[in-house]
């Protein structure tokens, strides 16, 4: 090969090479842990299947109840108002993070409840273990709450897993490292499972997956933060709800993951949002609760509620009144068309971390019983529709979790080691 | 057999150069016992201070081989391979001495590969570059080309797997570096090209291009030293010392360098320099065949280098199943190393301790594992392999070429 031929050959072998690497990085991207956010596509995550186990994918029981996240018990859940506590069942929670803990949920099979030290349980009625599940990966442990259906649990963990377990056995039918962390509930709605997850950098997204075989279907685009607020359902619309660390709330079409619309508030959304009445109402770090049109997104109303405020708004049916706690120690009652507020009880519990128990009071029909966390370890039991105080009990610690109301029980996960608390 | 070591040994002692090269090859030794010693990474990964079995999985047992070896013992044999590199770098020195330096080189040599090969810990580029020249320098016939040949190979190699996004955009380094923005831009792709187009010039008549194309080298592994510390620039600087050394004679009128590319394109290299040559290159190529993206895989990359192709994000799914207990059993240990990080054999060998240990237990049912990753500049993980009972394989450290029991 003479000089030339060479020179020419090195000539092209160059030109090649920048050909394939601008082919590799056509816009010459830099990796800066932004990368993902200019290309606004989140992860999408494979499953291992460990077994067939084919349900409805109905829930039978799930964090706050229903598809749109009211709080209400069905009516078959109807303890009296002065509960006592029955059975007391520890360890649980091990108080590694400050987050609100993993509430219970209870169907006819048994009691489901996760903890911040990993264990995931199912237990009988009384609290006795009938199988367990340890969940490692991160020191946060389980902080959602399981979703269940007839024949699956479903639950998340810090550790990025969503887990679909066989709700007999225990033994584990699917699982999907969906993120990198999970701190949200799931929620089984329109046939179909959704989570909300999180990554390192940190940001987040939704995912909806099949609760059969645990396959992601698709992820929505970045929420440009963290979730921990869990999805809630429209059904009439067809979408998703749900808030990011970011002050952003996102609807999110059920059958493309594409954002229908998205809001920008002043302050993180990690609530769960509650649907109800076409509209979709939700608190913030804004120091305000907010109610906005399904549809379009438009403002309907907002509420100053004091101080920051992560709880989720419980409904009074028939009654279009709405409970949560505030920052500055009040349980009130909102008036879900205008957002004025109805009545206010204050017991100085600061806390706006823990959301209400809605339950038909079993001596007067039709009527609703309000249950709260109240002055720390007080759980406090209210009309839903005037605040007046029914019952107060002081239980054996704080709680951060929702009570969970089957039959003629409540159910309590406390924080720190104080354990599952049955009230009857 | 005698009579072919004896020619190894003459042909080193017929050549100047090869005798100051074995004496940075030894330094190449030295290098991997300081490197070895530092933050006692050598003694923490022996001894059982690291609960993490980390075994090739052609030795799946490693660990317990390990294990009968004190803390102390461990140091010792660490000193032992570091005294004796520097007694035969100073024998390739000595002018009486050059059976020896051999014969010491040779067992430097398999004391390193014994180490490297006892704890996957150890697995790297480096390692494997410095095996590849040692092995060429005791037992291959031309020497000094094959060397030389091999040097151009392992850049070009590593070129090769830096056209993608991962290098290109900067994900795959370790840690930040000094450029940024355009220039940094710039300087990945020129990396890229100085691998598979300048390197050439190492083997060129032109005296200007060969100094030219070192100098790039040298300032390349100089500029890495700030992000990739100072064993791999150390190494590399070490490993290319035969360039400098017959640049040095040539300058002095005792050699003339011939054109090796030439030689090479006109097939005048000798049969041996081809086969092996051949060799490297299927060993390169063998994990695409049996894999769709190596930077993802173990075992399957074992027989290639693998620079910073790409940084790697992963979920291990290890669960063990009880009569009335599931435990998802956590990663191994969170300081492992770039390339380890999301390693198939990381998890492999942490199942099969764990089935060692599990197997007693009336309670134990099986033990699952499946592995899902991704390069980080992808956004869809794929799972790596998929197996429902680890126990059950009889070579459970090969489990990622095991057929996947997904339902």
Not at chain 1, 53 to 66: N, V
Not at chain 2, 21 to 26: I, P, R, V, W
Request: some cysteine; hydrophobic content about 40%.
């Amino acid at each position: 090969m003479t000089f030339r031929k060479t020179y020419l050959f090195f000539v092209a072998l160059t030109g090649l090479i920048a050909f394939l690497t601008f082919q590799a990085n056509p816009h010459f991207y830099l990796f800066n842990g932004d990368y993902d956010l200019i290309v606004d596509k989140a992860y999408r995550s494979d499953v291992t299947r460990f077994k067939t186990l084919d349900s409805s994918c109905q829930a039978t029981a799930q964090y706050r109840y229903d598809e749109e996240r009211t709080g209400v018990a069905p009516p078959s859940a109807q303890p009296k108002a002065k509960v006592q506590i029955l059975k007391k069942q520890s360890p649980l929670n091990v108080d590694i993070h400050n987050a609100s803990k993993s509430s219970p949920t209870v169907d006819s099979s048994g009691v489901y409840v996760g903890s911040d030290s990993g264990w995931f349980w199912k237990r009988d009625h009384d609290g006795n273990v009938i199988w367990s599940f340890y969940i490692p990966g991160s020191d946060n442990g389980i902080h959602g709450s399981a979703a269940v259906d007839e024949k699956k649990v479903y639950i998340g963990a810090y550790n990025g897993f969503l887990y679909a377990l066989d709700k007999e056995t225990g033994e584990i039918v699917w699982a999907n490292p969906v993120g990198n962390y999970i701190g949200a509930s799931p929620l089984l709605a329109g046939g179909a499972l959704y989570i909300s997850a999180e990554t390192y950098h940190p940001d987040g997204y939704l995912a909806k997956l099949n609760c059969n075989t645990g396959e992601t279907q698709w992820v929505s685009k970045w929420f440009r933060g963290h979730s921990h607020s869990s999805p809630t359902y429209d059904k009439e619309n067809g979408q998703l709800l749900v808030g990011a660390n970011s002050g952003r709330l996102f609807a999110i079409d059920e059958n493309s993951g594409d954002t229908n619309w998205e809001l920008q508030l002043g302050g993180q959304v990690k609530g769960t949002p509650l649907v109800w009445g076409g509209k979709v109402y939700f608190s913030s770090w804004d120091k305000h609760y907010h109610a906005y049109d399904l549809k379009n997104g438009e403002e309907v109303w907002k509420q100053y509620m004091g101080g920051r405020n992560q709880t989720s708004l419980s409904l009074v049916p028939g009654a279009a009144i709405g409970i949560a706690n505030t920052k500055m120690g009040d349980i009130v009652g909102l008036d879900l068309n205008s957002g004025e507020f109805l009545w206010r009880l204050n017991h100085g519990d600061r806390n706006h971390q823990f959301s209400i128990l809605i339950t038909e009071d079993p001596q007067r029909p039709n009527q609703y019983l309000a249950w709260s966390r109240c002055k720390e370890s007080q759980l406090c039991v209210l009309d839903g529709k005037t605040g007046k105080l029914i019952h107060n009990l002081e239980l054996p610690g704080t709680f951060t979790s929702v009570p969970f109301a089957f039959k003629d029980k409540v159910y309590i996960s406390l924080d720190k080691d104080a354990g599952l608390v049955i009230l009857q | 057999m005698i009579n072919f070591l004896k020619r190894q040994i003459q042909e080193i002692q017929h050549d100047k150069s090869l005798q100051i090269y074995g004496f940075f090859l030894s330094l190449t030794h030295i290098w991997s016992f300081l490197y070895w010693k530092r933050g006692d990474f050598f003694i923490y990964s022996q001894s059982d201070l690291n609960s993490e079995p980390l075994c090739f999985p052609f030795f799946p047992n490693c660990d317990v081989w390990r294990g009968l070896l004190s803390i102390n013992q461990w140091s010792l044999v660490l000193w032992t391979y570091g005294l004796i590199s520097l007694m035969v770098a100073l024998l390739f020195l000595s002018q009486k001495k050059r059976n020896l330096a051999y014969w010491g080189f040779t067992l430097i040599t398999l004391i390193k590969l014994s180490l490297h090969l006892s704890n996957y810990n150890f697995m790297g580029n480096y390692h494997y570059m410095i095996h590849c020249l040692s092995f060429l320098f005791l037992w291959a016939p031309h020497k000094k080309q094959i060397i030389k040949y091999f040097l151009v190979a392992f850049y070009v190699s590593a070129g090769l797997l830096k056209i993608n996004l991962d290098w290109l955009s900067g994900a795959a380094m370790i840690s930040p570096p000094w450029l940024s923005g355009k220039l940094l831009s710039f300087s990945l792709f020129y990396v890229v090209l100085l691998e598979l187009v300048i390197v050439f010039g190492l083997l060129s008549s032109k005296k200007w291009l060969r100094w030219f194309t070192l100098f790039q080298l040298l300032a390349f592994h100089a500029i890495s030293w700030h992000i990739v510390g100072f064993f791999y620039p150390m190494v590399m600087f070490s490993l290319l010392s035969l360039f400098f050394i017959d640049e040095y004679r040539e300058f002095n009128g005792k050699i003339h360098i011939p054109s090796l590319g030439q030689n090479l394109m006109k097939g005048r290299a000798a049969n041996s320099t081809f086969i092996l040559l051949l060799l490297f290159w299927l060993l390169q190529a063998l994990p695409y065949l049996i894999t769709s993206d190596p930077s993802l895989s173990g075992a399957a990359r074992l027989s290639s280098l693998n620079m910073f192709d790409a940084k790697t994000e992963c979920h291990p799914l290890l669960v063990v199943h009880k009569e009335t207990e599931l435990i998802h059993i956590d990663r191994p240990l969170r300081s492992l190393g770039v390339r380890l990080n999301c390693d198939p054999l990381v998890y492999l060998n942490q199942a099969h301790k764990l089935c060692r240990q599990q197997q007693a237990s009336s309670e134990f049912k099986k033990l699952s594992l499946s592995l899902f990753s991704k390069r980080v500049t992808d956004f869809e993980y794929t799972k790596v392999f998929d197996l429902q009972d680890v126990c059950s394989l009889s070579f459970p450290l090969w489990g990622e070429f095991a057929k996947g029991d997904d339902l």
